[in-house]
């Protein structure tokens, strides 16, 4: 069954569901976002029963947004529980604290941070909402001078939101360790036995040391084959330990050079946001995430990789860092856009007016040609902005 809201579903997840003729919970949102009459729609009341009546039901959700709809209707269930474990920063800790006893962190309200003392702090550290998304909020400390910048950032007016609370409220922040590394995004799911079923992993790229943005994910044989068996052994003890069976996530982690694994955060019942993601294992992989979780079904790695080359498949945020106001801004130029990236296979362009972005790009990169994507990952984009 598959929960719709907003801000966004792809053509490809939508398509997914009407060839495969899941169940999608007919809510106001839903319909709003849907407007086919040929879908597998199910009443609210039907599948509240359903789901109530179920043990470990399945349920896809595309957005967070999704989240107040289960724990209004789903008391019943272990999901509410299990969706809080993970999306609440502070809860997320304390449940592996056992597992990493040694990591540092700490729950600040949002009052405290304009006088609080970073001298009794261990630099670098990472300042974040406990329950956040899309990197808002987020800053990264080394310096005294990187905490005065947060300070003036980290304000009420700066961090209004169009999330609903239970997906991202600035009253409550983390304060934790710096981890070392290299990060990545996972795309994963716990089947119905309680196995770790991996469908994705992704090098998030930073342009630089302080950098927090999401502009480039990038995907490989090469990123699959080195790190999927570690992502599942590191998995396994966080699904025992919260009892998950059909249970859907996105895990942001970091790997440093001896290959230890440290958590960042674990996004419960969906894949990455705004269906970018699992839509970018069928490009790179030509397999369905969202199919293949429904279905209980596993990826086989050495059937699609036989015969495939090592192309670099990435996903680009094209984020608004230009510094120019959206109202100064005629049309971002797409097609010039084309002209510099090797092969764009989908645009998605965005209403910038009302997102911090100009649109999504999902790109095949040749191995040979990787300067592409460190150029897009630098830019500031005011090359394709038209006044």
Not at 147 to 176: C, G, R
Not at 298 to 308: L, M, S, V, Y
Request: overall charge negative.
């Amino acid at each position: 069954m598959i929960l719709i809201d907003h801000p966004y579903i792809s053509d490809f997840l939508l398509r997914t569901i009407k060839e495969n003729n899941f169940e999608i919970v007919s809510t106001q949102e839903a319909r709003s976002l849907i407007r086919d009459d040929a879908m597998n729609w199910i009443s609210e009341h039907e599948a509240k029963h359903k789901l109530l009546n179920t043990a470990n039901p399945l349920l896809y959700t595309n957005s967070e947004n999704s989240l107040k709809w289960i724990f209004d209707n789903l008391k019943g269930t272990d999901l509410p529980d299990q969706i809080k474990l993970f999306k609440d920063k502070f809860k997320f800790r304390e449940l592996i604290q056992d597992i990493f006893p040694d990591f540092i962190f700490r729950k600040i309200k949002i009052d405290e941070i304009q006088s609080l003392d970073i001298d009794a702090l261990k630099l670098p550290f990472v300042i974040k909402p406990s329950l956040g998304f899309f990197s808002i909020g987020v800053q990264i400390i080394h310096t005294k001078s990187d905490w005065h910048f947060a300070q003036k950032k980290l304000t009420y007016d700066n961090l209004k939101s169009i999330y609903p609370k239970e997906v991202m409220d600035a009253s409550t922040f983390i304060i934790e360790e710096y981890i070392e590394g290299e990060e990545f995004a996972i795309d994963a799911y716990f089947n119905n036995e309680g196995g770790v079923v991996v469908l994705n992993i992704m090098h998030h790229v930073f342009s630089s040391r302080t950098d927090v943005s999401d502009r480039l994910y990038s995907t490989s044989q090469n990123i699959i084959r080195s790190y999927k068996e570690s992502i599942e052994k590191f998995l396994s003890p966080i699904g025992d330990k919260a009892g998950l069976k059909n249970f859907p996530l996105h895990l942001e982690v970091r790997i440093d050079e001896r290959g230890t694994i440290r958590p960042i955060e674990i996004n419960p019942l969906r894949f990455g946001g705004w269906c970018t993601t699992a839509d970018l294992s069928w490009y790179a992989f030509k397999f369905n995430s969202y199919q293949y979780f429904i279905q209980n079904k596993k990826p086989d790695w050495d059937e699609i990789f036989k015969d495939k080359k090592d192309e670099i498949h990435s996903i680009v945020l094209l984020n608004n860092n230009s510094g120019i106001k959206p109202s100064e801004i005629c049309y971002f130029d797409f097609e010039k856009l084309q002209q510099d990236l090797e092969h764009i296979l989908v645009i998605r362009e965005l209403d910038y007016n009302k997102y911090p972005a100009f649109g999504i790009v999902f790109t095949e990169t040749s191995q040979d040609n990787k300067k592409e994507l460190k150029e897009i990952l630098n830019s500031d984009l005011g090359k394709y902005i038209r006044q």
